[in-house]
């Protein structure tokens, strides 16, 4: 596709579930970064990945948070047993450039709105 | 830690009026800077950038300048727009593989 495209774009989970969400990054795109943006604020950085090798995760808050990227394109952010803090939306970006060049650009999905209740 | 203050919105200006918004930074190397923006109902988008110290970012009628001495990229334009209400985000990169953003400022142009 011609953007990075992000699946749901909405998602209401009631407290305790499971969710898994999406990201179809730009084709031919090395690097892939997860976000989450809490209202009101700047995106905080989740995790990295350089093809399928996840390079940082030092990000995910907890042990619930996991991501993967198993054939270094799609990539799917899951979150379980979910509570109330994590009601955000999660940005998931991508980028052709190979980690350590600074002129890297990222191109940003519109994200995928998390409200847990 | 690697961080980024930005002025707090949100800001509202007249059309032709304008604009700065002030971004500072804290790094523990020579990061590259960032200015991002989010439309309504849209993705995050950069907007400039800059590499180095002293470099001018441009793009679309915004400009920043990289001022290592005072640690600020704050960002500019001449005459804003209607078309320019969006919510801008500065950002910080030191790896290229981790960006720090500050947390936005929202910008209303009115006619």
């Known amino acids: 596709g011609a953007g990075v495209s992000q699946s749901p774009r909405y998602k209401v989970a009631k407290r305790g579930q499971d969710v898994a969400l999406r990201c179809d990054p730009i084709?031919?795109?090395?690097?892939l970064f997860w976000y989450q943006q809490a209202l009101g604020q700047g995106p905080e950085f989740l995790t990295y990945f350089q093809n399928e090798a996840q390079l940082d995760k030092s990000g995910l808050p907890s042990d619930r948070f996991f991501a993967e990227r198993p054939e270094g394109s799609v990539s799917t952010l899951k979150i379980q047993r979910t509570q109330q803090e994590d009601s955000a939306v999660y940005l998931c970006?991508?980028?052709?450039?190979?980690?350590?060049?600074?002129?890297?650009?990222?191109?940003f999905g519109q994200g995928t709105r998390l409200t847990v209740v | 830690g690697d961080s980024v203050t930005q002025m707090e919105g949100p800001v509202t200006l007249s059309e032709e009026a304008f604009l700065t918004i002030n971004c500072t930074y804290t790094a523990t190397g020579y990061p590259s800077l960032f200015w991002y923006v989010q439309y309504p109902g849209e993705g995050l988008q950069l907007l400039l950038k800059a590499t180095k110290a002293d470099d001018k970012g441009s793009n679309k009628g915004f400009e920043a300048t990289y001022r290592k001495e005072t640690t600020s990229f704050h960002l500019e334009k001449g005459s804003v727009q209607v078309s320019d209400s969006a919510v801008y985000f500065c950002a910080l990169s030191l790896t290229g593989n981790q960006f720090y953003f500050g947390t936005g400022t929202s910008l209303t142009v009115i006619p």
């Open positions: 970006a991508s980028s052709f450039r190979w980690w350590g060049e600074l002129n890297t650009e990222a191109f």
């Open positions: 084709s031919g795109h090395v690097s």
